[in-house]
């Protein structure tokens, strides 16, 4: 199909370049001196040429479009080591720490944020919709304090920080990968316009260099973004979506890197190590999955996903990943770098002698999922008479509060 949509487009290039060069044939001949018929004559076809082009040119934009709209849904090649099959065929790279072993009866994160008056879900329900929510009191200063103490974290490894727009053109998400339409599409599109509401920063990130040439010697450009994001979730429903496990809107570090070719492999390595010393500092029981082939996506070329024991829900749940885009998202942003050395030993100066750019590799790992980690922290850390124990790197970015305490009633 892909095939023959192909060859199509060419052949109406092909009958658009004709067009093109007998109406210029026309124009030409009307330079010269002509007898009034015979520049009628020419005037007529002239016109007619003219509409017959406009047509071609209508067409051949619809046929491309139609075409760029099929090569989007073909994912990323995927990585030799990658698990074949679905999510259950993941394998387990690293498993660290073990259970709490609770002597009382353990709380969900909806109870405790009942008790210690850090939710409301109900307010929210009736101002936005389900799966909208407030924070209150503690809560809040908890996510502030995830904020900055991660973004101080990840910019010891050379990171630039960023707050980006959080609105976007739906031509930079299907660049980066994601489908803004669709029947089971995460994407908010904004009506009657060409955008949409971001569901992660790794988009407009992805988006700052688009259609440039780096020089070799910038690279990596290593940034870690804070935007709110904004998911459909359709699908998503169930108790093991209940709460703030899965939102509409919530808060997120996301970390992104342009790189040389051969350098993803590493920086993918870095990324997931910088994730797994944020959760191993929070003294969080988790492990590292390689995800399998068929939970991918489209623009992972590998991803690895960090899942965190919650026992109020009793089970392991996503809080962050880590993928290797490799050019995917580049080749469709047109970011691509130019080597610094010489094409070849030609002493031949100039534009000439410069090496071919290439296109760079993307990768893009979350830092902070902030909905996700305050599940985390607030089952782990639960104490039997209702209060919850501030993590250690946490409580310099919370003024100092060790405890979240019952209010007195």
Known sequence: MLNLQKLIVTHRKQEVEQLCT???AVANKMKGK?????????????KNLKEALLTLEEDLLKLTDELQ???????????????????????????????R???????????????????????????????FYYLKNEAVMLEMGLINWTLLEVMKWGFTA??????????????????????????????GSDQCLIGTA?????????????????LPLKYVAVSHCFRTEAGAAGTATRGLYRVHQFSKLEMFILCQPEESDFYHEELIKIEEDLFSSL??????????????????????????WMPGLERFGEISSASNCTDYQSRRLGIRY???????TNPKKGKGNLSPPQFVHTLNATACAVPQMIVCLLENNQQEDGSVVIPEPLKPFMGGLELIQPKSR
């Open 338 to 344: 130019r080597s610094s050395e010489p094409a070849s």
């Open 22 to 24: 007998e109406r210029n």
């Open 34 to 46: 002509l007898e009034s018929s015979e520049r009628q004559k020419l005037i007529e076809e002239g």
């Open 283 to 308: 003294g969080l029981h988790y492990k590292t999955l390689d995800m399998a082939s068929g939970d991918l996506g489209a623009p992972a070329y590998r991803k690895f996903d960090i899942e965190a």
């Open 69 to 99: 709209q099929e090569a989007q849904c073909i994912p990323n090649m995927t990585h030799p080591d990658v698990p074949i099959g679905g999510e259950n065929n993941s394998t387990i790279r690293k498993m660290v720490g073990r259970p």
């Open 162 to 191: 960023l707050t980006t727009p959080e609105i976007v053109r739906s031509s930079v998400v299907e660049k980066c990968g994601f489908q803004p339409r669709g029947t089971n599409t995460q994407v908010y599109s904004i009506e």
């Open 202 to 218: 790794e988009i407009p990130v992805g988006g700052i260099h688009m259609d440039s040439i780096l020089s070799a010697s910038v």
């Open 101 to 131: 072993e609770f002597n009382f009866p353990v709380k969900d994160h909806l109870q405790l944020g009942k008790d210690l008056d850090l939710f409301d879900f109900d307010a929210a329900s009736e101002v936005s919709g389900s799966k």
